[in-house]
């Protein structure tokens, strides 16, 4: 029985190792390019470990986060590179987070509510490791029907659609 507890003790460390191994594989700059568009999308990634507490519990976690830039048509139209620096409080501050390398969320600045505030694409979207090629990843954006709708005020309701190419292979530059 002893040799069971410690067989599936070293299967979770095993477990947790290999979730932080993932993590550690998107870390860094990446860029994707469209040369006949003149277009171009770079993000760096980090990670960022927070805690959070429910009924006097607290417990850790590690996401990713980051930053990006965008040119569309040989023009900037969204350069947010300089927030990957700041040491936010929360993983939602950041215009990309990850959460369980399955659920990717960014914020659209190109698209913005009556109220100013940035479109937040989440749900179905995600960031995914290209297995033909360990220096690429896939980002693909889903703009999900319940993105902001069920709210009252229609000034704070999401606009339609996505800005940002729907989805890309970019690959590792750092």
Not at 55 to 74: E, H, I, P
Not at 103 to 129: M, V, W
Request: aromatic residues 12%; charged residues 20%.
């Amino acid at each position: 029985m002893k040799n069971l507890g410690f067989t599936l003790l070293l299967l979770l460390i095993s477990t947790c190792l290999q979730a932080q191994d993932t993590q550690d594989y998107y870390v860094g700059t990446w860029k994707w390019e469209d040369q006949s568009s003149n277009s171009e999308i770079i993000i760096q990634l980090k990670t960022y470990t927070g805690v959070w507490g429910y009924l006097g519990n607290t417990s850790s976690y590690t996401v990713l986060v980051g930053a990006y830039s965008y040119k569309k048509d040989g023009v900037i139209v969204a350069n947010f590179l300089n927030e990957f620096g700041e040491n936010y409080s929360s993983y939602a501050s950041y215009p990309i987070a990850i959460w369980d390398m399955k659920y990717l969320g960014i914020r659209d600045f190109l698209l913005t509510n009556g109220e100013g505030a940035p479109k937040y694409i989440e749900g179905s979207s995600c960031i995914e490791h290209v297995s033909s090629n360990p220096d690429k990843i896939k980002w693909i954006l889903v703009d999900d029907a319940h993105s902001g709708d069920i709210k009252a005020d229609p000034k704070l309701i999401e606009p339609q659609g996505i800005s940002l190419p729907k989805e890309i292979v970019l690959t590792k530059v750092e």
